[in-house]
């Protein structure tokens, strides 16, 4: 459960600093639409795709073993958590696909599945 626990703070704290940067990078192209910043962002949502996924993976895998994951985080974290693993799970019930990754879409602040 350990090892699961770090994997999971470690994402965490990767999610929120590329979702950080790529506020940072949509700031920078509404004054100047850089090439190089427009596909540094769509890197940057490619790469919190996968650690989204990679994250729902672990807490599925926490959850089937009946470990209680949300009192190990902040507020902050858990919520950050729950915001993808409750949409992803919403949309591949609606859809009942239950292998595909989820679908990168641009909101406000940020690129969000």
Known sequence: MAVLMADLRELTNSIRHLQRSNR??????????????REALLENGQVLAR????????????DSQGFDWKSAFDTESTRLILSFTNEI????EREGD???LPVISQEGGGLFL
């Open 51 to 62: 650690k989204r996924h990679q994250c729902i993976e672990l807490v599925d895998a926490l």
């Open 98 to 100: 239950v292998t595909s």
């Open 24 to 37: 940072d990078l949509q700031e920078a192209l509404s004054c100047d639409d850089d090439v190089e910043f």
């Open 89 to 92: 799970k919403k949309r591949k």
